[in-house]
Every structure is written in C-alpha cells, then in structure tokens.
C-alpha cells in the first residue's frame, strides 16, 4: 500500500494536475483527433494498414499512430487511436468505412434489426484496442498522460440507427419519438458496453478516459436529461464501481448553458467546451464547478496567423486562472498545416 499522497509526486504529468483541479501557469495541451490526416506519417501507416478499422485493430500499427504526434509535438497527453463506433462492432453490428466518406453501418432501426445485435459486447473483438492502450502505455515518457474513450451512448446510437452520421440525427430522433422503449435498449446496451470497454482500457494503463458526446447539442433540454445525462451518469458510476478513483472528462459537444446541469448530474471530473460556447459563461459557470478543456476553435487553427495568435490569448484570458488543459473545440480538420500546429503549441508554452 502506498502512502496517501503518492499519486501526487513531482512526475505526476502536468495535465493530470490540471484535472484534479490544480491551475498551472502552462496549461497542459493536447488536440482532439491529434493522430490523424494532417501528419504525413500517419498517412504513410494508414495506406500501410489498408484500411481504417484495419489500422484500428493492429494493435503495433495504432500504437505507433498513437505516439506519433507525442513524437513530433511533445503534446502533455497521448490518446488512444481507436474509433467509437468499434463498440457497435463488438456489440455485433456490421460496421465498414467508406473512403473520403465515413462510417456505415447495418442500421438498427426496429425491434428486428435490434434482435439481431448482442446484449453484451464480444471482448475478444476489443482485446486489439486494449492491446494497443498496453503498447502504448510502456512507450510514452512519464511526463505524458494517456487517455483513453468511447462514445457517448447518444452519440453512438445516432450512428447504431441511422447506419452513418447524419446532419441532424433524425433517424435517431424519429425512434426515440416513435418507440421510447426500443431507443431505451440501444442505450442501454451501449451502456453496459461502454463501462467494461473504458474499465479495460483502465486496466490497461489509461490514466483518464473521455466519453465524447458530438452530438448532444442537438437534444432540446428534456432529451438531453433522458438521452445524454441520464446514460451518461450510468457510465461514470459503472466505472467508478470497479475504478473508484478513475478520472472522467465529458465532452457533452454543444450542450452550451446545459453543461452546468451535465457536470452537476453525471459527476464527470473534467468537461470539454466547443468553439462557440459563451467564454465569460464558461469560466463563471462551468469552470467553478470542474476543469475545462478546450476550446479553440479548429478553423483558427487551420487558418493560422494573427488571428490565431489572439484566439490563443483568449482562450488562456478567459481559463488560464483556473484549472484548464488547452485543447481545440471538436477534432483538428484534415487539411490543418503543420506549422500551425507548432505556432499553436510555441503560443501556449511561451
Ligand atoms: O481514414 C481515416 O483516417 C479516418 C478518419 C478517422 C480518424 C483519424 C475516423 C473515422 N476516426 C478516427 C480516429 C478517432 N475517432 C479518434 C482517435 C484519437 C484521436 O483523437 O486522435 C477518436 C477519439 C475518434 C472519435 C470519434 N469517431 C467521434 C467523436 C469525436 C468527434 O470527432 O466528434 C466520432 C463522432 C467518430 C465517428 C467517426 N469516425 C470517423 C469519422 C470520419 C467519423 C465521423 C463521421 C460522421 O459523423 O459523418
């Protein structure tokens, strides 16, 4: 047994200061979708692996994803390479990419159709991810914090019934308005998934894990409490049964003034804030309450210049006195130029 304060050593990463709510005079920073298109060495592994869910399930090659932009950037945290929708997958749902278009999948859109999907998660589709966070987690210097994720369960059954993303998830808003009870045992299936899925990860080596909800900004203020809150409250306790002192960052994408009601309620330990939340409403209302990350937005950073030079100054005014880790607002765009990347990261550690 160890001494009370020995996760608190000096070694401890900076961004793991951060969610446990210390202010730091540099802010630990990271980038949502950090391994990806814009690096010509992922790429290069990609065309390598032939396909995307091949990428994701060779754990050697979604290892070396995963470091690579530690490697080039020096970012304060790693996250696992993986997707959200290899849940659906191990829950028994036909699940491909289509090239430059994105995922599909067999969609769920009756009591059939759910029938022919599992109750449970197969582990054995899982245990390459889990491989990967292993491999990861003995490569990555002390200083750099992993993470690991899932979906979700909102934004994972958007994609279970519409078969692909949708602009406005109508498929998903039509079930849950015509058979509340059907769209119940999507999520609860996703539920139970998602906290043996993030308690593995855990197992594995992550040191936190974040549960990405895209599209919560699209639920009015009831559904959101029945569909984004509720689940997700559901995931945060599974995992703390068995992980009580694991740590959890939300990312309720869009949910804007409903954020205070999601941290209060789900007991998340960190949350994400998107680009065009009210700055002065998140700093008063979001961050009294638990570390933010975020919030840059991807198209200043795609743009770069001056503007973003002053859109980094506003991010830090508005959360730098606080517990805060930099980040963008949703993922990096494709087509983002590196030496943004390096202004960015040469902006926040200045
Ligand atoms: O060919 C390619 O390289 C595919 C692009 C790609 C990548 C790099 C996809 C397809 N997924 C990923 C990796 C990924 N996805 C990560 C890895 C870690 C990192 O951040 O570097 C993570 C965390 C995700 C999470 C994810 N997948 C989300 C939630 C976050 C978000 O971006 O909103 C969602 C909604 C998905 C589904 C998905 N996977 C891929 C695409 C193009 C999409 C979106 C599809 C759509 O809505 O149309």
Sequence with gaps: MGWPMSTATKHEPAFLKALSGQTLSTPPIWMMRQAGRYL??????????????????NPEMAAEVTLQPIRRFGFDAAILFSDILVVPQALGQKLWFVEGEGPRLEPVADATR????????????????IETVRRVKTSLPQETAFIGFCGAPWTVATYMVAGRGTPDQGPAKALFGSDPALFQQIIDRIVEASIDYLCAQIEAGVDAVQIFDSWAGSLGADDFERWCVTPTRRIVDGVRARHPKSRIIGFPRGAGRLIPRYVAATGV???????????????DEIQSLVPVQGNLDPLVLRSGGPELEREVEAVRAAFGDGPFVFNLGHGILPDTPIAHVERLLAAVRA
Excluded: Q, T, W
């Design 40 to 57: 010509p060495e992922y790429r290069e592994l990609r065309a390598k692996a032939g396909s995307f869910l091949s990428l994701c399930y």
């Design 114 to 129: 759910l029938g022919e999907i599992n109750e449970r998660a197969d582990p054995d589709l899982l245990a390459p991810v």
């Design 269 to 283: 330990d960190a949350v994400g804030l998107e680009s065009d939340i009210d700055r002065a409403f998140a700093r």
